[in-house]
């Protein structure tokens, strides 16, 4: 029996495989490679060492008072001081367990979610039972709990709730004004395309400040509404008129043959729209509509022109407070770490939405 | 835009001027006075840990709460930006306005409103490294200033620098941090703005390097804000600051004015604190109205200690705030 001897395997040349292929094709391909590569790389290197030195290396995480921020770095410990007022806003102490439940509801909500299925109808129990739970732990004054006004409202909180309520109850009204764009009834769609092109052609910050200032001029002497509740209804007229351009868009990208199959099935027009496109229309829109969900949920730092004390608000009158004065910076990069982290949790869940709903190239 | 604003503030100060009575009895009847605020400014109107709004502007609130319903916490502080707080209070949304707004010709005769008295005197001021070695604002020629955008700032600084014949430069920032950021930087020589501010950034600053420059530049009394055409209210507000003033004058505090009720013997004292006299029925109010004030919040000088005074982070001296008697400015008309 012969035996044979493992021949030993040898190393691929460096140029075929490995780090320095990898860099000799990636970084130095060309000339224009190379320019980039060093333009880039140089910066990176000029930003991020002092950023790490600053907000790691010579930072402060420990203590409770503005003394134990001795360093030159950045001092979180006003960050995990002020931790409550970021996430809750002024609601009381003792009330926050019911703002926890609700961050945790919406855990348990979201899983149920994924697993009922496709039972459609356990969905939309789930969907419409959670509103009414958040609404009633958050606002209290029933069932024992103790009322919280709007005022309290601020943070973290605030801003998902503005965003959260902005984004959901805008989908059916944009719905309808896209159905009414595209209907055959000239009052509903001169109502629509007018009501559609108007708030278009006018920034967020401009409604928000009309609802706010010149609104309460009409109302009769004494009269006031909720300020929270004017944002909202403000936010959700607003996004509504971007969601209805969305679904036109995927209106328009649905073959025709669709409209003419469902009609010759004998469907309604509610049953065609409803049945037949607009799934498809949902389908082709998601990236567009979570674009938007993104672009509401950082608009929702406008409400600061207001008077409302959003997360981005926060920071600044947490840093005003004078035991505390001088951590702004430190308040703006936490912020936007959040903000990073939601607004790139919604375009995660837009791509796997997507890639779970593509049906055709299967 | 700015414009526009103004011009309906003017046409609903109008509308609104004769429907607006009744201040007393609406506050009377929900048993909470609605006091509109700012959104916060260091030892004016700002949150501790605790929650709970407090601060020198939020303690003219408080003694109003006081003398109408007894009790200094039925507040309902509503925060508002710099451009709300006019309207807010035209609407009805507030009972009376205590944020920092400064009392001026054209905002007391066109916006329907009234100023019921100054509780701080601002102005303008600078804030130097000392090692510019500058005792002066009039030695800042050619020098370079940080300031804010969007207020009146930088319009006074170029009527004064024009009216002594001097050069500046000045570098524009959004934000209160980016002014601290650019000085610390180097990009200018100088900060200015309202002194109560320049106290506030000085917190963050090493104090032992920079120092609050004494000239003043411009006037700007701060004071609160009720509607116009309730007179009765009116008086309310503006006799609630009064109070104030008198018992820090006649030296009645919170902690001996149960004291000073029962055993003074001066008849400004027992007619202040409703021992003697009707004062309290003159303005429709329990006799006691100025001793819950004094009690619950104290005369002017411990809220100025207690927000803004030595003791406190922003370090503010009394200056023309102390009173009259103490060579300052703070003068109330006599109570009798």
């Known amino acids: ?362 | 835009m700015k414009k526009i604003l103004k011009l309906s503030l003017i046409a609903i100060a109008v509308i609104g001027m004769n429907v607006n009575a009744g201040t007393f009895e609406k506050v009377k009847k929900e048993g909470v006075l609605h006091c509109g605020m700012s959104t916060g400014f260091a030892g004016f109107a700002e949150m501790g840990d605790d929650k709970v709004w407090k601060g020198f502007d939020i303690d003219m609130c408080r003694a109003v709460a006081a003398a109408v319903l007894g009790d200094a916490n039925k507040l309902n502080n509503h925060s508002l930006t710099s451009k709300e707080r006019f309207i807010a209070l035209q609407t009805g949304e507030i009972d009376m306005l205590a944020r920092s707004t400064t009392w001026t010709y054209s905002r007391d005769t066109s916006l329907g409103l009234n100023f019921a008295g100054v509780n701080y005197y601002d102005g303008q001021g600078f804030l130097v490294a000392k090692s510019l070695g500058v005792k002066d604002a009039r030695e800042l020629d050619g020098a370079t200033f940080c300031l804010q955008t969007g207020n009146t700032t930088e319009l006074n600084l170029a009527d004064y620098f024009l009216q002594h014949n001097m050069e500046y430069k000045s570098v524009s920032y959004d934000t209160d941090a980016q002014v601290i950021a650019g000085f610390k930087a180097g990009r200018c020589d100088a900060i200015t703005t309202d002194q109560s501010g320049l106290y506030s950034k000085l917190t963050v600053l090493d104090k032992s390097k920079y120092i609050v420059l004494p000239n003043i530049i411009s006037k700007e009394p701060l004071g609160p804000v009720v509607r116009q055409g309730d007179d009765r209210w009116f008086n309310i507000v503006k006799w609630s600051l009064n109070a104030m003033i008198t018992a820090e004058e006649l030296g009645i505090t919170s902690k001996n004015a149960a004291d000073l009720a029962k055993n003074s013997n001066n008849p400004e004292i027992q007619r202040l604190l409703g021992v003697n006299g009707n004062l309290g029925e003159m303005l429709g109010l329990d006799a006691k109205w100025a001793y819950n004030i004094i009690t619950q919040v104290g005369n002017y000088s411990e809220s100025f200690e207690k927000h803004l005074g030595v003791n406190t982070p922003l370090d503010i001296k009394r200056g023309i705030n102390a009173l009259w008697t103490n060579g300052g400015i703070l003068y109330s008309p006599p109570f009798r």
């Not at chain 1, 600053?54 to 203590?63: E, T």
């Not at chain 1, 789930?126 to 732990?137: D, E, G, H, K, T």
């Not at chain 1, 993104?294 to 947490?318: A, E, N």
């Open chain 1, 1 to 362: 029996m012969a035996i044979y001897e493992i021949e030993q395997s040898q190393k691929s040349p460096t140029n075929t495989k490995g780090p320095i292929k990898w860099v000799l094709d990636n970084l130095v391909a060309t000339p224009t490679h190379v320019i980039f590569s060093f333009l880039i790389l140089g910066l990176l290197y000029i930003t991020i060492p002092p950023f790490i030195t600053w907000a790691i290396i010579d930072a402060n995480f420990i203590g409770t008072t503005k003394a134990s921020c001795t360093g030159d770095g950045a001092c979180w410990v006003f960050i995990i001081h002020k931790m409550d007022f970021f996430i809750y806003g002024f609601y009381p102490e003792s009330e926050i367990y019911r703002i926890n439940w609700v961050f945790g509801l919406s855990i348990i909500f979201l899983l149920l979610f994924k697993y009922t299925g496709k039972t459609f109808k356990a969905k939309i129990a789930l969907f419409s039972l959670f509103p009414i739970i958040a609404y009633f732990l958050i606002t209290g004054g029933s069932f024992g709990l103790v009322e919280v006004p709007t005022d309290k409202w601020g943070g973290l909180m605030l801003t998902l709730i503005i965003s959260s309520i902005g984004i959901v109850v805008a989908m059916p009204v944009g719905i309808i004004l896209a159905f009414g764009r595209q209907s055959k009834l000239p009052i509903i769609k001169s109502f629509s395309i007018v009501y559609i092109e108007f708030v278009r052609g006018v920034p967020l910050i401009t409604i928000l400040f009309m609802g706010s200032v010149i609104l309460p001029m009409f109302f009769p002497e004494g009269m006031t509404f909720d300020k929270l509740l004017r944002v909202l209804i403000v936010v959700t007229l607003f996004q509504a008129a971007y969601v209805a351009e969305v679904i036109r868009g995927g209106l328009q990208a649905i073959p025709k043959g669709q409209y003419e199959a469902a009609d010759s099935e004998g469907l309604s027009y509610w049953q065609k729209m409803l049945i037949i496109i607009l799934p498809q229309v949902i389908k082709v829109s998601i990236p567009n509509l979570v674009g938007n969900a993104i672009g509401l949920f950082k608009d929702t730092t406008l409400v600061l022109i207001i008077g409302l004390f959003d997360l981005l608000t926060m920071v600044g009158l947490t840093s005003i407070d004078s035991h505390w004065t001088g951590f702004a910076t430190e308040g703006y990069v936490f912020v936007g770490f959040i903000f990073l982290i939601f607004c790139s949790g919604l375009s995660r869940y837009s791509k796997v939405l997507e890639d779970r709903l593509n049906t055709e190239n299967r």
